[in-house]
């Protein structure tokens, strides 16, 4: 893939969730969160299974009281993937889930009581040698902001977060990254561009509560895509009111349509219209659904019809071009002799593409 201008990132300190590095340079990380019942163990366990199959880097868990933190205890042992447990006020259960394994606290320090208990968990971080990430969500802003800011303005929540970043400092701790999510997109890019200026810890990245699968990934896209192209973000999550497998899938969407990290078939289609060969549409929909599970990059362009069939077949790593009852092939930008039946085109291009992938995978 070409990239016409390299992004330059914002230089960051670097932790680590579990294996995966985040910030200073590391690759951009894309992470999802549980929507089970946590104490639900099966279920959630199967969750943390099915998004790391889609390739999540790290999956959050919810951990409203003690019997879900008693739960995480099961569901860190059963899985391998990075955990972030997600705490609000309870300052004990941060302590409990740090101790039962959890990979990184989501806890903002200046909401769970007096410096004694900031300091507890804090200190046992530290002794864990896990990070926190301080979230801070247009939704719950501190009472006193919202009466200072009467909305919830990028201001208000680069105010609340630092509350939260000076508890940390004051007790020498840096091992933590800092999220400004608001569901409104122009705020968000406006307080991660703030933030981002103040600060040189990793940044979590993403518009909140965005809304469905359309709705929320077009936000997400913009939102996203904007900080990502100034360089801004470690790691990144979609928040979408749908499974949580689609966060995963539109997080690496965006990063793929940046040129900044890619995974699985990124398929290049067009919208198309009379001329069209074969059915475009339900092609690409098969395809998807089939091919589902591949991991490795690659770019697969399926064009109705001449138009601009060979001029995108040529520049993906396999292209179709729509023909009269037999379609043309492309293979690394050259055309194959042998054209495709059209009545055969899914079997068929599933498993060329497959073949292509064992071939990228064996050269590796
Ligand atoms: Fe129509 Fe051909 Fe363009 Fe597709 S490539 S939209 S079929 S003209």
Same mark, same amino acid.
């Given at each position: ?18 294996? #995966? ?8 990380? *894309?992470?999802s969160m549980t929507n089970t019942c946590t104490t639900d163990i099966n ?6 299974? @099915? ?6 880097? $790290? ?40 101790e039962y394994g959890a990979d990184c606290l989501r806890i903002n320090p200046?909401? $769970? ?7 507890? *968990? ?15 969500? @247009? ?25 939260? *970043? ?18 409104? #997109? ?38 996203? !895509? ?12 979609? @928040? ?10 539109? !997080? ?27 059915? #475009? ?27 601009? !069939? ?11 071009? !729509? ?42």
């Amino acid at each position: 893939m070409n990239s016409e201008q390299p992004i330059i990132r914002r230089k960051s300190k670097r932790i680590y969730v579990g294996k #995966v590095p985040i910030g200073d340079q590391a690759p951009i990380s *894309v992470q999802s969160m549980t929507n089970t019942c946590t104490t639900d163990i099966n279920k959630t366990i199967s969750q943390i299974e @099915s998004l790391e199959k889609v390739g999540a880097d $790290i999956v959050r868990v919810s951990i409203p009281n003690i019997d879900s933190a008693e739960s995480f205890k099961l569901i860190k042992q059963k899985t391998n993937i990075p955990l972030i447990a997600d705490i609000h006020f309870d300052y004990r259960i941060a302590l409990k889930v740090a101790e039962y394994g959890a990979d990184c606290l989501r806890i903002n320090p200046g909401n $769970i009581g007096n410096e004694n208990r900031i300091r507890m *968990v804090v200190d046992c971080a530290r002794y864990n040698n896990i990070p926190i990430r301080i979230g801070v969500n @247009s939704g719950s802003l501190e009472k006193d902001l919202r009466k200072k800011y009467v909305k919830p303005t990028a201001e208000a929540l680069v105010e609340s977060a630092m509350r939260h *970043v000076d508890y940390l400092d004051r007790f020498n701790f840096d091992q933590f990254k800092v999220s400004v999510k608001a569901s409104n #997109v122009s705020i968000a890019i406006k307080s991660y561009r703030l933030l981002s200026k103040k600060i040189d810890q990793p940044l979590h990245i993403g518009i909140t509560e965005a809304g469905s699968i359309r709705n929320g990934t077009v936000k997400s896209a913009i939102g996203i !895509g904007i900080l990502l192209s100034e360089g801004i973000g470690d790691t990144v999550r979609v @928040s979408l009111a749908a499974n949580p497998i689609e966060e995963i899938k539109v !997080g690496f969407d965006i990063l793929n349509s940046l040129n900044i990290r890619s995974r699985g078939i990124n398929f290049i289609a067009c919208p198309t219209c009379s001329r069209q060969e074969f059915d #475009v549409i339900g092609t690409v929909k098969e395809l998807e659904k089939r091919l589902d599970d591949i991991s490795t990059p690659i770019d697969v362009s399926i064009i109705g019809c001449i138009v601009n !069939g060979p001029g995108e077949a040529v520049i993906a790593t396999i292209g179709l071009t !729509g023909g009269n009852k037999k379609s043309t092939f492309y293979e690394d930008g050259l055309r194959h002799k042998d054209k495709i039946d059209n009545d055969d085109l899914i079997n068929q291009l599933e498993k060329r593409i497959r073949n292509k992938i064992l071939k990228i995978n064996k050269n590796v």
